[in-house]
């Protein structure tokens, strides 16, 4: 028997049916290894030495594969056939040596493309050994990001606290989003009007033709600049006879475009069925990895992390037979397409993505997939299919016509398109990008015959402005990335999903908005580390990898030339003043943090006391902007309020907006803005009531009606059945709850304290109690993630409000929606860095972990300070 190694679970349970009993199939359920997070783990000194750790569950699941190798004839590595998967195999062999569970037996490395039999059957007859280059690419990849990561970021916590992390993609992938939104903030839209002639021929069909010339000028998108000129035209042509110069009609073919790559998958899915990246993959995932269809299990579709466009040949013979046979012999070309990809630095090393089976149509698949399951399997199976198709054959009609009043002429043009033949399009149509501009044509144009006089039946004149480029979403930003050779197929997700977990990036509309602190974030690294965000240089070294992927380099080498350079700038800035990085920002964000005043009045003078000026300061809580006549003046506000719009309209000098008056106590109800972010208030003084704004609300949608809501929390839900007690539920340090003898249940949103019923805050309730509160000492630890870099372990644990990251005394919590599986040493070590800032002290890791315990009242004299703190952490 010969023990055969996968990632997941899923994909082990599929393999395992066409191996047999002669094979069992165990998953490593991903990395079983990573590069703790203390100094040391990568040590550039000694040759770039890696040190190695083994987490719990993977430490268990590296046991039961030791075991079975103990008991078994050979060893089959058979993870992903990509950088990643080789990955895997090559640290669990390493494993496997370091616990001698090997000896002299034979270790054979397999890959496939597609989780069917034949496929796996294939591969098993083809095994070879590790991929040395390979496992190198894959070490220099994890080493630099290690270096750059644990070296930049607590340099970040010094000198910008606030700031989570900077990792080597990440960073340019949120540059590219900052200087969108940099180049928006500047556009200044234009006026420019268009003319167009609604037209009748001889024979009393009717068409429209646009205005391209005037008075022997040929006229510019934005040459007809106000309505006075529009006019102009209008009148003019509306007193002017009609005649067809020229009538022009030229066939053309559309060829259909290649199978999907990763990434041209994420940008259709995104843009025809509304998924995200990580919703795309995660489906894709499933279909790769196997599913039942009518008792046969089988992969449906190949490996999804691929930048190659061309399909296997009997994949390409496949596809023709299909073709032949759901649309018939007149839509198959004479001899099959052949693709070669466009993005810089693709690798295509593997096959696009294909279905494994072109017999397998979307209509018979349908009923054993779930919706969304279908809809991606039948995108990919017509994309497929059409890229093997006829190209589409169109008539495009063009006809010039010319007006003519008095001695004035004037030129239109009707253009038109007609398809002759659908061709690939039978099965498969393109949608326009996101970011694409509106197309002019028309459709079909009726008959038109040079010479002939037409007939004016109406003008219009139309006024347009000009439109700054629109933001990225997730896939146009993976589509950008991608043309610029940064990331790759297997990184794109996670680059995204890191930019929005660490709230660098908000998602609005599925468009991306970066977030204050990922702007000051990447106008720091901009300005002290420019080369390092460079996408030229960060392509570059992409670049590289893959040239060590291909044996061409030796990886120690790129190591050495980049630590060199990076390990020096470094050093240069951490000399460097927190008044000269905050000069710095001052000058780069300007546009953002002092926008241009109505009344022409200098941006950085203090709205409040006139005399102070307002300069970007650094807090234990992050950024915020404050005046320099501090302490006489405590003018402050959050970054970015002014120039999203959140001190505009009805507000005070100090930045105050009225929002109404309590129908009960007829005390006033404001929005206002501290250093810790929006907040609402009623009344004035050392009793006024004040709530922060929770986690997804901003400034611009606050009415009277919410500000009520929020400050009448706690809300009584009702009486519990057996107690007798009250439930309430109300906003917390930990976000949203429900109340009930003391036993606090979180909820899932905001929105669910104002609607939440007795029924379901009893269920909630008895879910929380049924999970036990435990001992008063500290719960037992989920995971261990590893040694903090001041010494002592680092581990997440299950509070009594939720999951966090301890080392010694501190205590952080997990942001929102964070899976306490998923979190790393990097984002734990800076959840601890910004809760030792909010603390204002040092945790001793030498000392046992201890429940926290709930926070002590604040004081009389700064309540609101203290409450908006602590909701803002939330």
């Not at 028997?1 to 094979?23: F, H």
């Not at 008539?395 to 016509?401: A, D, G, S």
């Not at 001793?844 to 429940?851: L, N, S, T």
Request: charge should be positive.
């Amino acid at each position: 028997m010969d023990v055969v190694v996968v990632e997941s679970p899923a994909k082990a349970k599929t393999i395992n049916k066409y191996l047999g009993r002669n094979y069992k199939v165990l998953a490593s359920y991903g990395h079983v290894r990573d590069l703790p997070a203390k100094d040391g783990s990568v040590r550039p000194d000694e040759d770039f030495a890696m040190s190695w750790e083994v987490d719990g569950p993977s430490s268990k699941r590296l046991g039961d594969i030791a075991k079975a190798v103990k008991e078994a004839d050979g060893l089959i590595l058979a993870t992903d056939p990509d950088r990643e998967g080789e990955a895997i195999s090559w640290h669990v062999l390493e494993v496997l040596r370091q616990k001698k569970a090997l000896k002299d037996k034979p270790v054979r490395r397999v890959v496939f493309n597609a989780i069917t039999k034949q496929a796996v059957t294939e591969a098993m007859a083809k095994p070879r050994d590790i991929d040395g280059p390979l496992v190198d690419a894959y070490l220099a990849r994890r080493a630099l990001d290690y270096l750059v990561g644990f070296t930049l970021s607590p340099v970040l916590w010094r000198k910008l606290p606030g700031a989570r992390s900077a990792g080597r993609v990440q960073s340019v992938a949120l540059r590219l989003v900052c200087d969108r939104e940099a180049e928006i903030e500047r556009f200044v839209r234009q006026e420019y009007w268009q003319i167009a002639a609604t037209l009748a021929t001889p024979r009393a069909d009717l068409f429209e033709a646009r205005l391209t010339a005037f008075d022997g000028k040929r006229l510019q998108k934005l040459d007809i600049a106000n309505a006075a000129q529009a006019d102009g035209i209008r009148s003019m042509l509306e007193g002017a006879s009609f005649r067809a110069l020229s009538v022009d009609a030229k066939p053309t073919k559309r060829n259909p475009g290649p199978p999907f790559t990763t990434s041209t998958l994420q940008q259709a899915a995104s843009s025809r069925l509304g998924f995200s990246a990580v919703r795309t993959m995660q489906v894709a995932q499933r279909l790769y990895e196997g599913l039942d269809i009518g008792g046969e299990t089988a992969g449906l579709i190949t490996y999804m992390r691929t930048d190659g466009v061309q399909m296997a040949p009997e994949a390409i013979s496949a596809a023709r037979s299909a073709i032949a046979r759901e649309f018939g012999e007149k839509y198959l070309p004479e001899k099959p397409r052949y693709y070669s990809a466009k993005a810089k630095n693709a690798q295509e090393a593997h096959e696009a993505i294909r279905p494994t089976d072109f017999s397998r149509t979307p209509a018979e698949m349908r009923k054993h997939l779930d919706a969304d399951q279908a809809r991606l399997y039948e995108m990919i199976w017509k994309r497929a299919i059409a890229s093997q198709m006829q190209p589409a054959e169109i008539e495009r009609t063009t006809v010039e016509i010319e007006a003519i009043n008095g001695t004035r002429t004037a030129g239109l043009r009707a253009v038109g398109s007609v398809i002759r033949f659908d061709g690939f399009i039978a099965a498969y149509t393109e949608q326009k990008d996101e970011d694409a501009a509106e197309d002019d044509e028309d459709g079909r144009l009726p008959e038109i015959r040079a010479g002939e006089q037409l007939d004016r039946k109406s003008i219009q004149a139309t006024q347009h402005t000009t439109e700054p480029p629109p933001r990225y979403s997730e896939a146009t930003l993976i589509k950008k990335m991608e043309e610029l050779g940064i990331g790759r197929p297997s990184t794109y997700t996670a680059i995204l999903k890191t930019l929005e977990d660490r709230e660098y990036v908000t998602i609005d509309k599925r468009k991306l908005i970066p977030h204050s602190r990922g702007r000051l974030l990447s106008a720091f690294l901009e300005s002290f580390f420019e080369r390092y965000v460079e996408y030229d240089f960060t392509a570059s070294l992409e670049e590289k990898l893959d040239e060590i992927s291909d044996g061409k380099l030796a990886w120690k080498d790129v190591l050495k030339d980049f630590w060199r350079d990076f390990s020096a700038a470094v050093a240069d800035i951490k000399e460097l003043r927190i008044t000269d990085v905050l000069e710095a920002l001052n000058e780069e964000l300007a546009p953002l943090i002092f926008p241009a005043r109505e009344d022409g009045s200098n941006p950085r003078s203090c709205p409040k006391c006139g005399v102070g000026t307002l300069s970007l300061r650094l807090g234990k809580y992050g950024a915020f902007i404050g005046c320099s006549n501090y302490p006489e003046c405590g003018y402050t506000r959050q970054l970015g309020d002014a120039a999203n719009g959140d001190g505009e309209g009805g507000e005070g000098d100090d930045g105050t907006r009225v929002l109404g008056k309590d129908p009960y106590t007829q005390e006033e109800i404001t929005l206002r803005s501290g250093r810790f972010g929006p907040y609402i208030q009623r009344g004035e003084g050392k009793e006024a009531k004040r709530s922060s704004l929770p986690k997804g609300w901003t400034p611009a949608s606050i009415d009277h009606e919410k500000a009520l809501a929020l400050l009448a929390l706690p809300r009584d839900v009702g009486k519990h059945p057996e107690s007798g007690k009250m439930i309430s539920a109300g906003l917390g340090r930990y976000g949203p709850f429900v109340l009930h003898d003391g036993t606090y249940a979180n909820l899932e949103s905001i929105e669910d304290v104002f609607s939440i019923g007795l029924n379901r805050a009893v269920s909630v309730i008895a879910e929380k109690q049924s999970k036990g509160r435990g001992a008063r000492s500290a719960p037992a630890a989920l995971k261990e993630l590893g040694e903090h870099p001041s010494g002592g372990p680092i581990t997440v644990r299950d509070g009594r409000y939720g999951p966090y990251v301890n080392w010694g005394k501190v205590n952080a919590t997990l942001p929102k929606g964070k899976d306490p599986a998923g979190v790393t040493v990097d984002e734990a070590i800076a959840l601890i860095a910004e809760r030792e800032g909010k603390s204002g002290g040092k945790a001793k890791a030498a000392r046992p972990a201890k429940k926290s315990a709930p926070a002590k009242k604040a004081s009389a004299a700064k309540p609101a300070a203290r409450k908006t703190a602590a909701k803002k952490k939330d």
